[in-house]
């Protein structure tokens, strides 16, 4: 059965860090993308960052503050997120998608297997 499951969510300081873990099971992630969407209250899901064995891309919003890497030992993707702001407060899913699926970064239709999430609060 293939599974993800995020973790690593939680509050912080506006301008504090986190990094979110996507572990992935049932399948290598080697020949997946991964994509970390987040979604605010009353607003549309929306994505983040889009990853795969060729190297990464970011939303401009986050461009410069969020990396995206990749442990294939332990088949999992990470989310380090840097100088958060309140307006990054969301839940947080990590999903998957075949490279060979023609999958559109930033989509969410073109991704097959989801995480649950994870919120992530941004406060004072």
């Known amino acids: 059965q293939l599974q993800l499951v995020e973790s690593g969510g939680g509050l912080v300081q506006p301008g504090g860090s986190l990094r979110l873990s996507c572990a992935a099971s049932g399948f290598t992630l080697d020949n997946y993308a991964i994509d970390w969407f987040r979604q605010a209250p009353g607003k549309e899901r929306e994505g983040v960052s889009c990853?795969?064995?060729?190297?990464?891309d970011y939303k401009y919003s986050v461009k410069g503050r969020f990396t995206v890497s990749r442990d294939n030992a332990k088949n999992t993707v990470y989310l380090q997120m840097n100088s958060l702001k309140p307006e990054d407060t969301a839940v947080y899913y990590c999903?998957?998608?075949?490279?060979?699926?023609?999958?559109?970064?930033?989509?969410?239709?073109?991704?097959?297997?989801w995480g649950q999430g994870t919120q992530v609060t941004v406060s004072s």
């Open positions: 990853s795969s064995g060729g190297g990464a």
């Open positions: 999903a998957a998608a075949a490279t060979g699926s023609g999958y559109v970064c930033f989509a969410p239709i073109s991704y097959d297997y």
